[in-house]
């Protein structure tokens, strides 16, 4: 089993539409979860960051950690075509490096 | 959020050359930073881990005598593509963090294309 598991899409949607984004993992040591978007050519840049169980919203974008499930999600509420990118769930405990989901690509159509 | 520069962001260079990449942390100090390699349509994989003045740990199947990664300094690390092969084409990211529970922040990329 893979540490991280995410739906490698692609996943299209219409504008307006409320987008979630899924990973589930198998370490429930890991504390620590983000969540990264990635434009074509583009590095990863860092959406959310969230420690231990628990929500955070900022602006359109909440992430949940549901650590009894080992689950993750993205939520992108009013989705706009410039949210197309692909969205890469991360995880890490303390001291150690990350693991990264394999990427779901989203498509928002205008 | 804090800043990771990268540089070059794309570099085109003949076989058997060899290739510097530097990531810099412009506006804090990086204790940690990770090279990553992606190919087409998959995800990061770590190659190595650097923290500021040791040797960097690398994982394996990666190649250290190929791929030199130096971090100096809190603010710089560099990794070195020696003797370029066609398949060593292939976008690198650095990533930086500044402590061992803090969030990680990435560089642009840098895509290498080895001809």
């Known amino acids: 089993q893979k540490e991280v598991e995410q739906d490698p899409g692609p996943l299209s949607v219409p504008e307006g539409a409320i987008v979630s984004l899924n990973c589930t993992y198998s370490?429930?040591?890991?504390?620590?979860f983000m969540w990264y978007r990635q434009y074509s050519r583009k590095g990863p840049e860092l959406l959310m960051y969230?420690?231990?169980?628990g929500n955070k919203e900022d602006g359109r974008f909440t992430a949940q950690v549901d650590k009894s499930s080992k689950y993750i999600s993205l939520f992108i509420r009013d989705s706009q075509p410039s949210d197309s990118a692909t969205y890469l769930c991360a995880v890490y405990n303390y001291g150690q490096n990350f693991v990264f989901g394999p990427g779901t690509r989203l498509s928002v159509l205008p | 959020g804090a800043v990771v520069s990268q540089h070059p962001s794309w570099v085109i260079c003949k076989s058997g050359t060899s290739v510097k990449i530097e990531c810099r942390s412009l506006?804090?100090?990086?204790?940690?930073m990770f090279w990553y390699r992606q190919f087409p349509k998959q995800s990061l994989m770590l190659m190595a881990t650097?923290?500021?003045?040791?040797?960097?740990?690398?994982e394996q199947g990666v190649e250290k005598d190929k791929f030199l990664i130096n971090h100096a300094s809190l603010t710089l690390s560099t990794l070195t593509v020696t003797s370029a092969h066609p398949e060593d084409s292939s976008f690198y990211i650095c990533?930086?963090?500044?402590?061992?529970?803090?969030?990680?922040?990435f560089g642009q990329g840098t895509r290498l294309t080895v001809v």
């Open positions: 506006d804090f100090q990086a204790t940690t």
């Open positions: 650097s923290n500021e003045g040791s040797k960097a740990t690398y």
């Open positions: 370490n429930s040591a890991f504390q620590y």
């Open positions: 990533s930086a963090r500044a402590g061992i529970n803090t969030e990680a922040f």
């Open positions: 969230t420690y231990s169980s």
